[in-house]
C-alpha cells in the first residue's frame, strides 16, 4: 500500500473545511474571496502532487477502474441520494420513471450550480461537481501523459499552458455538460501539482523566496478583490487570476508542511483530510437535499455548526463503514 504524505492529507483537510465555510458565509464577504482565490485549485494541485505517470495501457485501465470506484460511483450515489431526499421533502415524488429522467439528465448535466444549456434548465448537482470534472479529467490526464512521456519539458508545459488559456475562452463562450469546458484548466492544475513533486528537490533551495513572491502577489490580488470561482467560470483579470490561485496553493502547502509538524495539528486535520471526499458528498447532500438551514444567527456561527455537524456525520459514516466491512470478513 502506497504511504499516505501527512502535509498533504493535512492540506486536503485545511481545504474540505474552508469548502463547508465556503458554502455556509456571505457571498462576496473578505473570507469568501480568501477561500475561493485557492480552494478547488488546490484540491487539483494536491492530487497531481500524488500523480504517477502510467507505464502501460493496462495501467490506464486499472487507473479507470480505480477512478470510477473512487470518484464516479461516489458522485452517481451522492447525488441520487441528494435528489430523491430534495424531491421526498418536497412531495415531487409522483413515479419512479418521471424521477429517474430527472436524475440522469441532472447527473450528466453535472453543473455545480442551477444553469441552461440550449434551451435546457438543468439542476445543480451541488459540491459534487468537482467529482464528475476530476474524474474526466484524471481519464484524459493520463492518456494525455502516456502519449506525451517522450517529449521533452518545455512541449508539454506550452500544452497544458495552452488549455488552462483555451478553458477559459470555451467558458466565456458556453458552459458545457459535465463541466468539459473545465476539464482543460483541471488539467493545466494536475500538471502543476505534477511539476511541483518533480522539481520538488530544486524548489526546495529557493523555497522562501519563492514564498515571498508568491504571497505578496496572493496578497496584492487579495487587496484588489480578485479571485478565481471555477463553478461560475469567473476569472475577474483572466490567466492572471489562475496564477493568483497558483501562488495562493503554493503559499497554503508551504503552510500546511509547517502545521504538520504539530503532533495534535496533524493528527486532527490528516484524519479530516482523508475522508475528505467524504466530507465533500455529506456536505452535497446536506446543501442540495435537505435545505433545512433556517437560522437567524451570525453567519459564521452557522459556518462553524454546519462545519462541526457535516465532519461528525462524516467520521460517523468512516466508522459504520468500517464496521460493516469486518463484519463481513468475519461471516
Known amino acids: 500500500m502506497k504511504k499516505r504524505i501527512d502535509w498533504i492529507d493535512v492540506a486536503k483537510g485545511v481545504s474540505i473545511i474552508l469548502v463547508i465555510i465556503g458554502h455556509s458565509i456571505k457571498y462576496n464577504s473578505d473570507l469568501y474571496r480568501f477561500i475561493l482565490s485557492f480552494h478547488m485549485p488546490l484540491f487539483i494541485i494536491l492530487s497531481g502532487i500524488t500523480y504517477k505517470i502510467p507505464n502501460s495501457k493496462s495501467q490506464i485501465k486499472l487507473n479507470i477502474t480505480k477512478y470510477i470506484k473512487r470518484l ?5 450515489f451522492t447525488l441520487f441520494i441528494t435528489l430523491l431526499l430534495h424531491e421526498f421533502l418536497n412531495n415531487n415524488l409522483n413515479s419512479f420513471l418521471s ?9 450528466f448535466g453535472g453543473f455545480g450550480v442551477n444553469h441552461m444549456f440550449l434551451g435546457y434548465s438543468f439542476r445543480s448537482v451541488g459540491p459534487i461537481w468537482f467529482l464528475i470534472t476530476i474524474f474526466i479529467s484524471k481519464i484524459i490526464f493520463d492518456l494525455l501523459n502516456y502519449k506525451l512521456k517522450n517529449k521533452n519539458l518545455e512541449f508539454n508545459i506550452v500544452i497544458y499552458c495552452f488549455m488552462a488559456l483555451a478553458s477559459i475562452k470555451i467558458s466565456m463562450i458556453s458552459w458545457l455538460p459535465l463541466n468539459l469546458d473545465l476539464v482543460p484548466i483541471f488539467l493545466f492544475y494536475l500538471y502543476i501539482g505534477f511539476l511541483l513533486k518533480k522539481f520538488a528537490d530544486k524548489l526546495k ?7 515571498v513572491i508568491s504571497f505578496a502577489i496572493w496578497g496584492v490580488c487579495l487587496g484588489l478583490n480578485i479571485n478565481i470561482e471555477l463553478v ?9 487570476s489562475v496564477i493568483e490561485s497558483l501562488c495562493a496553493s503554493y503559499c497554503i502547502i508551504e503552510l500546511c508542511k509547517t502545521i504538520s509538524q504539530n503532533k495534535i495539528l496533524n493528527k486532527i486535520l490528516t484524519s479530516i483530510g482523508k475522508i475528505s471526499l467524504i466530507v465533500l458528498c455529506i456536505n452535497s ?3 442540495e ?9 451570525n453567519s459564521y456561527i452557522f459556518a462553524l455548526i454546519r462545519t462541526i455537524i457535516t465532519l461528525l456525520i462524516s467520521f460517523a459514516f468512516v466508522l459504520i463503514k468500517n464496521k460493516i466491512s469486518k463484519l463481513k470478513r468475519y461471516t
Not at 424521477?99 to 447527473?107: D, H
Not at 437535499?289 to 444567527?297: A, F, Q, T, Y
Request: aromatic letters at 22%; proline letters at 5%; zero cysteines.
Open 232 to 240: 461560475y467560470r469567473l476569472y475577474p483579470i483572466g490567466i492572471l
Open 285 to 287: 447532500i446536506d446543501m
Open 72 to 76: 464516479f460511483l461516489p458522485y452517481v
Open 205 to 211: 533551495k529557493h523555497n522562501i523566496i519563492i514564498f
Open 289 to 297: 437535499g435537505l435545505d433545512i438551514w433556517h437560522l437567524n444567527i
Open 99 to 107: 424521477f429517474l429522467v430527472y436524475f440522469l439528465k441532472t447527473l
